[in-house]
C-alpha cells in the first residue's frame, strides 16, 4: 500500500532537527560535566597536595634546622688537641659532626677561595687514630673521604658562591651572640614559612596520625635545637681553650641545587676570609622518605628539582627544600559515567522510543487513512453495481416492459441474489465495525458439531447454488457428537465468507464442488473449506488477510468485494480463541482452515 512520500519527508525533517538539538544539547551538557568534574577534581587534589606538602615540610624540618644550627667551629677541627690555661693536660675536643650524624646527610664540607675543601668527617692521617678510639670506624671514616672527593670534583667554590644568595654577613658583637641570634632566625622564619602553607583542609584531612607524627617531628626539632645548645656550648669552649683573634660571622643556610647535588650551604667570614660550610643531602634517601609519608594522600606522587622558582608554581614547592610536587595526568580523569551521563542516556532512549512510536503512529494514520480511501472506493463500487440492477429490472418491471412470465421471474431471481449480496456486504461491514470497537456480542453456547454444520449447510449451499456450484460438507465420526462452547452464529458467518469466497473465485473450474471437511484433533477442531480454483498467488497471499486489502481497481478486474471477508474471519476466529490459516496454494485450489479449542 503506497503512502504519500510528502508526509515521511516533513517527519523525517523533523526527526533530524531534533536528534541534532538534542545532540548539540548533549555535548555541550557533557563539556560543562567535565569541566565541573575536572575543576571539583583539582580542588580536591591540591588539597591534597596542600595537605602532603605540610606533612613533608614536617618531616624535614628538624632535619634541617639542625643542620643549619651547626656553629662554624663543628667544620674546623675533626680533633682539637690543645693546652688548656694552667694545666699540664693534653685536652683532646672532637667535632660533633663526627658523632652526631643525620641519615639525610652525605657528608658535611668546607670549602675555601682557590677550592681548599676540607671536613671534619675527612680528618688528616696522623689523627685517625684518636678519632677511631672514639667509637668511629675506619669504614664510615673512608666513605665520607670518598663522597668529599667525589663533590669535589663535581662543584667548585664559584659555583656554591654563584648559586648562594648576595647578601651582607650580620655585624653583631660577639661570637655566641651572632651564632645563637643568626641560627635561630634561620629556624623561626623556617617555621613561621610552614605554618603560612599549612592549608586548614590538610590539617583536618591529616588526621589524628598526621598530628602524632606532627607532634614526634616537633619533638625532634626540639632536640636539634638542645643538640644546636651542646654545639655552641662547645664553640664556647674552643674559644676559651683557644681563642681566636677575630669573631666568626655565619650567614643564613640555604637549600640549593648545584651541579644536580642538593646541598645546604652557608656563607661564614673567618678573619676577613670567606668560606662555604655545609653539608651534601641525600636526595634519593630524602624522597624516598617523604613519598612513603604521604603514599595514602597522594600514591602516585613525585618530586622533582626546581632550579629557577620563577618559572615553579610555588603553590606545589616544598617550604624547606627547592623541590616541587608533580602528580601524573592520571590523578585528574574523569569516570565514564556519573548523573549528568546517566540523565543524558535515558533522555536519548526516550527520545529514540518516541520517534519509534511517532513513526509507527504516523504509519498507522497512514494506513487507516489508505484503507478507509479503499474502502470508501471499493464500497461504493460494490453498492454502484446492485443499485444500476435494482434501479434498471424495477423500472422494467413496473413499466410491464417484461411480458414474458419467464423472464420476469429471472428478473425478480436477479433482484433477490443482489439484495443478498448487498445484505452480506453490510453484515460484513457491520460485525466489523463492531470488532474494532471491542464489542463482542458473547453469545456462546454449548453446541455439538453435528447441529452446527446442519444449522449452516442451507445457507451455504443456497450460496453454492447461486454460483452453480455444489457444496459437499463430510463431518468425522468423532467429531460429529462432540460438544464445543462457541458463538455458533459468529462461525457460521466465518464458514459462509469462506465459501462464498470460493463461489467467487473458483467458478471458472472445471470441478465445481466446494468441500467442508470437519475433523477432531484431540484438543482441536478443524473445519477445512477447499475449492478447486486456481488458488493464491504469494503476492495475494501477504495481503489478503489485511482489511480494506482490494481497492476499487482491484474490484472491477477480479471477483467482486471489498477485502474485507477474510480480515473479518481472522479477527472474528482469534475472538472465538481459534485462528484461521491457509493451509493450500499449489494451483490445485485454495484450502483455509478454522481451528477452535473443542
Keep these: 500500500m503506497k503512502q504519500p512520500k510528502h508526509y515521511w519527508a516533513v517527519y523525517v525533517v523533523a526527526v533530524l532537527v531534533v536528534l541534532g538539538a538534542m545532540s548539540w544539547l548533549s555535548l555541550k551538557a557533557i563539556e560543562l560535566e567535565r569541566a565541573e568534574l575536572m575543576a571539583q577534581r583539582r580542588a580536591e587534589l591540591d588539597e591534597a597536595v596542600g595537605a602532603a606538602l605540610w606533612r613533608m615540610d614536617v618531616k624535614l624540618m628538624p632535619h634541617l634546622a639542625r643542620e643549619a644550627a651547626r656553629p662554624h667551629s663543628a667544620y674546623e677541627y675533626a680533633v682539637n688537641p690543645v693546652n688548656i690555661a694552667g694545666s699540664s ?104 614559612q610552614l605554618q603560612q602553607r599549612i592549608p586548614q583542609s590538610g590539617r583536618a584531612a591529616s588526621g589524628r596520625n598526621a598530628q602524632a607524627r606532627a607532634a614526634n617531628e616537633f619533638v625532634n626539632r626540639d632536640q636539634a635545637l638542645q643538640s644546636f645548645a651542646l654545639n655552641q656550648k662547645a664553640a664556647q669552649t674552643l674559644q676559651l681553650i683557644a681563642p681566636s683573634s677575630t669573631p666568626a660571622l655565619e650567614g643564613v643556610s640555604q637549600p640549593m641545587w648545584v651541579d644536580s647535588q642538593l646541598l645546604l650551604a652557608r656563607r661564614v667570614q673567618i678573619d676577613k676570609r670567606v668560606v662555604i660550610q655545609g653539608c651534601w643531602l641525600n636526595w634519593e634517601r630524602i624522597q624516598s622518605v617523604l613519598k612513603a609519608e604521604v603514599a595514602d594522600l597522594l600514591p602516585s606522587v613525585d618530586l622533582e628539582p626546581v632550579m629557577d622558582t620563577a618559572r615553579t608554581d610555588v603553590t606545589r614547592m616544598l617550604a624547606t627544600l627547592p623541590v616541587q610536587v608533580v602528580v601524573p595526568a592520571a590523578e585528574l580523569g574523569v569516570g565514564p559515567w556519573s548523573a549528568m551521563r ?19 503512529l504516523l504509519h498507522g494514520v497512514l494506513s487507516l487513512s489508505e484503507r478507509r480511501a479503499s474502502f470508501v472506493s471499493a464500497v461504493t463500487h460494490e453498492l454502484r453495481t446492485p443499485l444500476t440492477t435494482f434501479r434498471m429490472y424495477s423500472e422494467m418491471l413496473a413499466q410491464d416492459m417484461v411480458p414474458d412470465e419467464a423472464k420476469r421471474r429471472r428478473y425478480l431471481d436477479t433482484l433477490r441474489v443482489e439484495a443478498d449480496r448487498l445484505s452480506h456486504l453490510v453484515e460484513n461491514v457491520l460485525a466489523y465495525a463492531r470488532l474494532e470497537r471491542g464489542r463482542d456480542g458473547k453469545r456462546r453456547v454449548q453446541v455439538t458439531i453435528g447441529e452446527l454444520v446442519s444449522h449452516a449447510t442451507g445457507r451455504l449451499e443456497e450460496r453454492a447454488r447461486q454460483a452453480e456450484m455444489t457444496l459437499v460438507a463430510k463431518v468425522a465420526a468423532d467429531a460429529a457428537e462432540l460438544s464445543i462452547w462457541t458463538d455458533e452464529s459468529a462461525v457460521e458467518q466465518i464458514l459462509f465468507n469462506l465459501v462464498d469466497n470460493a463461489c467467487k473465485y473458483a467458478s471458472g473450474s472445471r470441478d465445481r464442488r466446494i468441500h467442508i ?31 480494506f486489502s482490494k481497492s476499487a481497481v482491484q474490484a472491477a478486474n477480479s471477483a467482486p468485494g471489498v477485502g474485507l471477508g477474510l480480515a473479518l474471519c481472522r479477527r472474528l476466529a482469534k475472538q472465538l480463541g481459534g485462528r484461521l490459516e491457509l493451509k493450500s496454494t499449489d494451483g490445485q485450489g485454495a484450502t483455509f482452515c478454522l481451528i477452535l479449542p473443542s
Design 89 to 192: 693536660n693534653v685536652s683532646i675536643l672532637l667535632s660533633p659532626l663526627l658523632t652526631d650524624r643525620s641519615e639525610y646527610v652525605l657528608v658535611n664540607f668546607q670549602v675555601a677561595p682557590g677550592d681548599v675543601w676540607s671536613s671534619p668527617q675527612s680528618p688528616s692521617p696522623n689523627v685517625t687514630s684518636v678519632v677511631n678510639t672514639n667509637g668511629v670506624a675506619s669504614a664510615q671514616l673512608t666513605e665520607w673521604m670518598g663522597r668529599l672527593s667525589e663533590l669535589q670534583e663535581r662543584i667548585s667554590y664559584d659555583d656554591l658562591a654563584s648559586s648562594l644568595p648576595s647578601e651582607s654577613l650580620p655585624k653583631i658583637g660577639s661570637q655566641t651572640d651572632m651564632n645563637y641570634i643568626t641560627n635561630s632566625a634561620v629556624d623561626i622564619e623556617q617555621v613561621q
Design 342 to 360: 546517566v540523565a543524558l542516556a535515558t533522555a536519548w532512549a526516550c527520545l529514540l522510543i518516541a520517534a519509534v512510536a511517532a513513526g509507527v
Design 517 to 547: 471437511d470437519i475433523g477432531n484433533t484431540g484438543s482441536q477442531v478443524e473445519f477445512r473449506v477447499r475449492d478447486h480454483g486456481a488458488g493464491i498467488s504469494a503476492d495475494e497471499a501477504k495481503e489478503m488477510f489485511e482489511p
